[in-house]
């Protein structure tokens, strides 16, 4: 039988600026006692040269805030592009939780969900770098 999502999985190449479906036992959040879902939409946060390695920088996506500080980035308006081959909706209380950068492997993507445009993207990865990794920011730096 033939696994759709393992298909689209490897159909379509995993790319800065896309968000993914990721495993969500394997993501690293804040609550401690928090219930675990199948899957959490995480944002892929990289040089696009470092996410042909097995391992993957995301930035996790949560719909569980009631605001918006420097490191809880909204994100629904910022979608260019949404796949309409899985079940992701956009929500209007869709955040990145900037600090909750982390390395996960490629074996944890699920499927793809859509791509953000690059505006939000950069806006993600400037307070990424200059706040968490204090680095500075150039578009295409590799964030490992």
């Not at 298909?7 to 928090?34: C, F, M, N």
């Not at 199948?38 to 470092?50: K, M, N």
């Amino acid at each position: 039988m033939i696994d759709f999502k393992e298909t689209l999985r490897a159909a379509i190449a995993v790319e800065p600026g896309s968000v993914w479906y990721a495993d969500d036992k394997i993501i690293t959040l804040h609550q401690k006692e928090r219930k675990f879902k199948e899957s959490r939409p995480v944002l892929i946060a990289c040089h696009d040269g470092f996410i042909h390695d097995d391992h993957i920088p995301i930035i996790p996506l949560t719909t569980s805030v009631d605001f918006s500080d420097r490191l809880v980035f909204p994100v629904a308006r910022g979608y260019k592009f949404v796949y309409e081959s899985t079940d992701f909706e956009i929500n209007q209380n869709s955040h990145a939780i900037i600090d909750r950068y982390q390395i996960i492997k490629r074996q944890g993507l699920i499927a793809p969900c859509g791509i953000l445009d690059e505006t939000t993207y950069h806006a993600i990865l400037h307070i990424l770098c200059k706040d968490i990794l204090k680095v500075p920011f150039m578009p295409n730096y590799d964030l490992e």
